[in-house]
C-alpha cells in the first residue's frame, strides 16, 4: 500500500498548495477528523464527509460521499463516482477557489521497477542484492516522483533530506549549497520525524565536508573521536558531541560522451560542484554499516534534483526579467506618440524601433499656446523598467513646457533634481527644440547628438560644442541657442542607436553614414526620407543583433499656409487663432 | 571589460581600463571604480584601450570621478580613442574632466 505513487494535491486558492501522499484505501477526505478522514481540511466549504478514494479493477476512482453542491472532475459534474487519471482537477461544490488535483504515475509498478533498474546500474549493483536494500530505493524514488509535483523547492529538498534520514538513521540531515564566494552554506535542515531545522543554526563539521569535497566522493566519519587528529580537533565537531558524519558531495551528472571517452577522472573534473548532503549522528559508528551503493544512489537523485532546482531558479528569473522588460515595452510604446500629425508650419514624422532589451529612446511633439510647436528627442541611459520609469517622468516635467514654462530653467531643475536623487542612478540626453511659424528655431540641447541640418540639398551639424547631459553632474548649465530657418530646411534628429548600430564586424555606422543617407534623400517625402535612412542602417547591421532603440526624427518646416506669402506677425496671429 | 591600477610617483594611481565601456563592461568595473574612488588621492584613467564609450559607461566614468573631486581630489582622462573622445566631448565631460593626450601633462595636472 505504501507505494501506490499516488497523490493528493490541495490547491486552494486562499490556503498553501499541500500534497498528500495517499497511503491507505480507501482514502478518506472531510472536515474534520471525527468520521475518520485521512485528509481532514478545517475549512467550511468542505462537507464532513467529502469524498473517497477508493482502488477499483481499473485503477482509483473517486466517490462522492456526500459533499454540499457535489463534485466536478475536469469541470463536469459527477454522477456518485469517477475513474481518476493524473492531473484530474476536482472541484468541490462548484467553486474553482476549492480545488485538488489527483497526482499519479500511469503505471506505477513499471515506472518503479524502471526507475530501480536505472538506479542498480547507476550504483553498479548486482542483481540479487536483498530485498531490504531495494525497498530503500524505492523511498528514493519517492523523492524523485516529488520533482514533478508543483512543490516549492524548500519542500522538495526537505523531503529529500528526509528521505536521506529514513535511508541512513541518521539525527540530522541538511543540503548545502555553494555561497556566492563559493563556501558551502546549509540551506535546509532537517531532524528526524521530518523536523524542520534552523539553517543558521547548523554548525556542520567543516573538516569533513573538505575531506569529501577534496576526494570528490562520498566521506563517512564512522566515530569521529577515533578517526584521525585533524577530524578531533574539529571545533564544530567536538562542540556538538557528535560522534558519525557522512557527507555526499554533489556533483552535476556529465552527460557528455567525449568526456567519458577520456576517462571517468577527467570527466570528473570538468563537471560542477552543486552543494552537499550531511548527515550526522549522535550514536558511534552509526553509518558505518551505510552500504556504499546506498550513498552513491542518494548521491545521484539529490545532485540530479538540485541540478533540477538550478533550472528552474534559473528559468523563474528569465521570467521575472522578461516581465519587466515587457511593462518597460508597454510603457514605452504607450509615451511614443502614435501617428504625428502635422502642423501649419511643420511636417513631422518619427520612427522608435526597440531593441529586445528595451532602451531608454523617447521623442514627442507638441504644440504651445503661442504658435510655437515643440519637439524632442531623448535617449535615458540604459535599458529595460528603470529607463521607461524615467521616461514616464520626464514625459511629465516636459509636459509643464506646454504652458510656456522656461525650457532652459526646466533643465536646469531636471538636472538638479535628478543629481540630488543619487538613487535614480539614470541620466539623459535630450535635445529639444521649439519652432515658430516665421521659421525661428530655438533649441536647447542636454549632451544629445546634434540633429542634422538640410538646407538646399546640403547637409550641416546644427552645432558642434558639447552640452551636459541632464542628471550626471550637479553644476550643470544649460542655453538656448536660435536659428533661423528656411522654407524646406528639413532636420534629423537621432539618437545614439543611429549612429552607434553596429554591422557584424562591430563597425560603427557613424554620423558619416547618416549624413551621406540623408543627403541622398534630398527632396523627397519626409516618410520617404524615414523609410530610407531605415533602410540604410538595416542593410548595414545586417544580421547583426540591434543592440540600442533606433529612433528617428524628421521635421520639416514649411511655410504656412502653402502657397501663399505672409509675413510672420500675421502668420503668429493665424496660429494662435487655431 | 577588465580593470587594473598601477601605483605612480606623486601619489597616483592609474586606472588601465581595457575593452567596452558598454553596458556589460559598465557594470563589470563599477564596484571596483567606487572603490578607488573611495580611497584614491589622484586618479589617471587610461582610456587608451577602451575601444567603445556608450551612455551607461559614460556613467561608470562620471560618478566615481566626481567622488573623488569631492573629496578634493583630482582626476584627469588619459588618451581615449577619437569614438570615445567625441562621446566625452558631446556630453561636455571634457570640461569636467580634462582629456590628455601626453603622459607627462596628465601626470603634471594631478599633482
Redesign the interface.
Known sequence: MADLHAYIEVAFSDRPRQVIPISVLPFLIGRGSENGNHLALDDLRVSRRCMAICAVPEGLRLEDRGQAGGILVNRSQITGATILSDGDRICLGGDEGCQFVFRSASHPMRRRDDGIAVLKSMSGARPGDSHHELNRLSVLLEATSLLHSQLPLDSIFATMLDHAISLTRADRAMLLEPDGAGTLQVKVARGREQKSLEPEAMNPSRTVLGQAIEQRSAVINEDILLADSNVQTAHSVVLQFLRSAAVIPLYNVMHDESAEGRGAGHAQEKSELLGAVYLDSKRASAFSTLDRQILDALAAQAASILANARLMQRERERQRLEQELSIARQIQQALVPQGLQDYPHLAITGSHRPCNEVGGDYFDVFPLPDGRTAFLIA?I???GLGAALLTTMLQGALSVLTFGADPVKLFEYLNRFLCDRADVD??A?MFFGLVSPDGMLEFVRA???SPLLMRRGQVSELYQE????IG??DE?SYEASRIQLEPEDTLLLFT?GVT?AEDKNRN?FEVERLIDAFAQHYGCSLDVLKAGILNTVEKFTEDAEQ??DITLLAVRYRKPGSATIVTGENSVSKAQSL | MTLSTESLDGDITRVLLDGRLDIEGAAQIDLRMNVLAGSARALLIDLSRVSFLGSMGLRSLIVPAQAVRRRGGKVALFSPVPMVEQVLKASNMDQVLPIFHELDAAIAALQ
Open positions: 535617449d541611459a540604459g535599458k539614470r541620466y540626453t549632451g544629445h547628438p558639447g552640452s551636459f547631459p550626471l553632474i550643470a545614439d552607434e560603427l543592440s540600442d
